[in-house]
């Protein structure tokens, strides 16, 4: 579809730039020749509304034989969506999906009260070099739909929304935003986008969300002539009109947010959630390792191996 001429940004003007609360630089960790990138949770901010765990994956090359092996393990309390710029990851979890996540697709899973799932390169991917790119959130659910039950859902790339013109194309992946709704159920007010932008493309911000943040992927933004370069997150005041303007060499970015949630949430491990007794239930229950009659089940196909609980 095309670009709204509605949505047309104004330059801000002044001291707009104060309208940045926050800018969050990722921690990064060596995983043994695949890099990731934290951005959230961090020390001055906990969550951009409903999201509560940013990280980037990669860009990683691979050599034949090699990959990622995530074991299956546990969540709760949350919702997790892994967007993939390039390459290719191997889903499976103990709803009994068995789903590769691809390029600009949604796969969307809900923990609820519990889920454990995998995540691996395997198969005949693995028998050639490959490369993986790619961003993993976690959306924290609401208290009302912590204990739900786990579910999954897989939305094609060409489902999603997907505006384009005047030099910016935007990928909506999660919630609402510019006028669209992407089709995966979410339990809060959420907005989730992949926007690519060519130089000197402007884009505004959705003004009708409450928290709204931006991680630059590549390239690099102004905000009324500051500029802010790939690998930084911003975090804006609710309310103000905010325009990015891409640099000369363009930009990727995600924009995320939404309404904030009804208090902070408590992290721990693989899970979250609004009390520490929910942690607690939960760790107990993966500690016992009752696959057959407990609250957690191992992936079917995957069921081999898992990841203990940390001692800490």
């Not at 709760?76 to 969506?81: E, S």
């Not at 500690?287 to 898992?306: C, K, M, S, V, Y």
């Given at each position: 579809?095309?670009?709204?001429?509605?949505?047309?940004?104004?330059?801000?003007?002044?001291?707009?730039?104060?309208?940045?609360?926050?800018?969050?630089?990722?921690?990064?960790?060596?995983?043994?020749?695949?890099?990731?990138?934290?951005?959230?949770?961090?020390?001055?901010?906990?969550?951009?509304?409903?999201?509560?765990?940013?990280?980037?994956?990669?860009?990683?090359?691979?050599?034949?034989?090699?990959?990622?092996?995530?074991?299956?393990?546990?969540?709760?309390?949350?919702?997790?969506?892994?967007?993939?710029?390039?390459?290719?990851?191997?889903?499976?979890?103990?709803?009994?999906?068995?789903?590769?996540?691809?390029?600009?697709?949604?796969?969307?899973?809900?923990?609820?009260?519990?889920?454990?799932?995998?995540?691996?390169?395997?198969?005949?991917?693995?028998?050639?070099?490959?490369?993986?790119?790619?961003?993993?959130?976690?959306?924290?659910?609401?208290?009302?739909?912590?204990?739900?039950?786990?579910?999954?859902?897989?939305?094609?790339?060409?489902t999603l929304p997907f505006l384009e013109g005047e030099g910016k194309e935007v990928r909506l992946i999660l919630g609402t935003a510019y006028g669209e709704a992407a089709p995966v159920k979410v339990y809060s007010e959420t907005f989730y986008a992949d926007a690519v932008l060519q130089p000197g493309a402007r884009i505004p911000l959705p003004d009708d969300h409450e928290d709204r943040g931006?991680?630059?992927?590549?390239?690099?933004?102004?905000?009324?002539?500051?500029?802010?370069?790939?690998?930084?997150?911003?975090?804006?005041?609710?309310?103000?009109?905010?325009?990015?303007?891409?640099?000369?060499?363009?930009?990727?970015?995600?924009?995320?947010?939404?309404?904030?949630?009804?208090?902070?949430?408590?992290?721990?491990?693989?899970?979250?959630?609004?009390?520490?007794?929910?942690?607690?239930?939960?760790?107990?229950?993966?500690?016992?390792?009752?696959?057959?009659?407990?609250?957690?089940?191992?992936?079917?196909?995957?069921?081999?191996?898992?990841?203990?609980?940390?001692?800490?």
């Open positions: 579809m095309s670009w709204n001429p509605a949505l047309d940004p104004d330059c801000p003007t002044g001291d707009m730039v104060d309208a940045i609360e926050t800018v969050i630089v990722p921690r990064a960790h060596d995983l043994g020749g695949f890099e990731v990138r934290r951005a959230l949770p961090a020390p001055k901010r906990q969550m951009v509304g409903p999201f509560i765990f940013f990280d980037q994956m990669g860009p990683a090359e691979f050599v034949t034989g090699k990959g990622i092996d995530v074991r299956p393990h546990p969540h709760i309390g949350l919702a997790t969506v892994t967007y993939l710029y390039k390459g290719k990851i191997h889903h499976r979890d103990s709803l009994g999906t068995d789903q590769w996540i691809e390029p600009g697709a949604v796969n969307w899973m809900v923990a609820g009260h519990g889920i454990t799932h995998s995540e691996r390169t395997d198969g005949e991917i693995r028998e050639r070099p490959h490369d993986l790119f790619g961003i993993q959130t976690w959306v924290a659910l609401p208290e009302a739909a912590e204990d739900a039950p786990a579910a999954f859902e897989h939305a094609p790339k060409d931006v991680y630059v992927v590549s390239g690099a933004i102004t905000v009324a002539g500051d500029t802010f370069e790939a690998g930084q997150m911003m975090v804006f005041r609710p309310g103000d009109r905010i325009t990015l303007t891409a640099g000369d060499a363009g930009a990727r970015l995600m924009l995320l947010g939404g309404a904030t949630l009804e208090g902070p949430r408590h992290i721990w491990w693989n899970f979250v959630a609004s009390s520490k007794e929910r942690i607690d239930a939960a760790k107990e229950a993966w500690r016992a390792g009752d696959w057959a009659h407990g609250r957690f089940q191992l992936p079917p196909g995957d069921d081999a191996e898992f990841i203990p609980l940390p001692d800490r």
